[in-house]
């Protein structure tokens, strides 16, 4: 069973630093690389970061009916593709989904057991620090992003799990933990839990 994981957070946040974290120490998630129609910034290489593609491709396939989920932002389509899921279901690997608070409406809607997790910076200055020292964006692109985080921000409560990054190593440690207790609580053991169950004999009334 493929248990989705959808992580949002502002940008500057630090989710894509934790993501990456995550995804290095745990061989059984798969990272859903989303298509977009922005170009590629710094170093980002197309197929690792997202799949670059035309406008008119991303609408193309928008009318297809190919994407699990797809919003507009900042004037750039972002969507996750189908093909995604099915390629986790068929590995027996978990499905982690790194997308904005709109994609995650959508896909918890059609997806109601994706396990939604929002990280939020400890302050607003911090976050603008951390913006600043990325050094990517224009002084009117880091207000825009400000103002967006706000708003991004005030919708933590349709998120199941929210943690607040205020040390990489301690946040890593903690989105871990959430991954590893969703699988308990999906799976519930039940490979263990049955030959344990036998041993008692036979099986008792139910009390629920």
Request: neutral net charge; charged residues 30%; glycine residues 6%.
């Amino acid at each position: 069973m493929t248990t989705i994981f959808i992580i949002s957070a502002p940008s500057g946040s630090g989710k894509s630093t934790l993501v990456s974290r995550l995804l290095a120490s745990d061989s059984s998630l798969r990272f859903s690389v989303s298509y977009t129609t922005r170009r590629p910034r710094g170093n980002e290489k197309p197929g690792e970061s997202y799949i670059y593609i035309t406008r008119q491709e991303f609408l193309d396939r928008i009318a297809a009916n190919e994407f699990l989920e797809c919003a507009e932002v900042f004037g750039n389509y972002y969507g996750t593709h189908r093909e995604v899921l099915e390629q986790a279901q068929s590995e027996g690997k978990d499905l982690i989904l790194d997308i904005d608070v709109q994609g995650a409406g959508q896909l918890k809607k059609s997806i109601p057991e994706a396990v939604t997790v929002f990280i939020l910076p400890p302050s607003r200055d911090i976050l603008e620090q951390r913006l600043r020292t990325r050094s990517e964006d224009s002084e009117e692109v880091i207000q825009r992003r400000l103002r967006d985080a706000a708003e991004e921000i005030r919708n933590y409560h349709q998120y199941d799990y929210v943690l607040v990054n205020h040390r990489l190593d301690q946040s890593t440690g903690t989105l871990a933990s959430i991954v590893k207790a969703e699988r308990v609580r999906r799976i519930r053991m039940e490979d263990q839990i049955r030959p344990i169950l036998k041993s008692f004999g036979p099986r008792a009334p139910s009390l629920f």
